[in-house]
């Protein structure tokens, strides 16, 4: 069982920086490629960013690239997204969700991957 808890959010104006991070507990030692998905009101979520379990992989939505920044730190397991040059596109709550895996190096995309999700934390960004 993995708990995951989001934190950071806020409201900011457009251009400007926050950074969401994301507190997990296992049970286990077990590794786990690590994602961000966001999910604007009356629409479906979708993915941002992930990350492999080394960190070595990252992968970004075309939306977010060059303005976002995934990592992580699997000694205080936890994961941070950085967020720049905000839009106001890019309000929505913002979700953290675990995969496990046997893979150091893979990241994952898909919302139907991960099988551990946040409560989430919202992001308004005013224009």
């Known amino acids: 069982q993995v708990q995951l808890v989001e934190s950071g959010g806020g409201a900011v104006q457009a251009g400007g920086s926050l950074r969401v991070s994301c507190a997990a507990s296992a049970a286990t030692d077990s590794k786990f490629g690590l994602g961000w998905f966001r999910q604007a009101p009356g629409k479906e979520r979708k993915f941002v960013a992930a990350?492999?379990?080394?960190?070595?992989?990252?992968g970004y939505a075309d939306s977010v690239k060059g303005r976002f920044t995934i990592s992580r730190d699997n000694d205080k397991k936890a994961m941070y997204l950085q967020m720049n040059s905000l839009k106001p596109e890019d309000t929505a709550v913002y979700y953290c969700?675990?995969?496990?895996?046997?893979?150091?190096?893979?990241?994952?995309?898909?919302?139907?991957?991960?099988?551990?999700w946040g409560r989430g934390t919202q992001v308004a960004v005013a224009s």
């Open positions: 969700a675990a995969k496990q895996t046997y893979n150091d190096d893979i990241y994952y995309d898909r919302t139907a991957e991960y099988t551990y």
């Open positions: 990350i492999s379990w080394s960190g070595t992989s990252t």
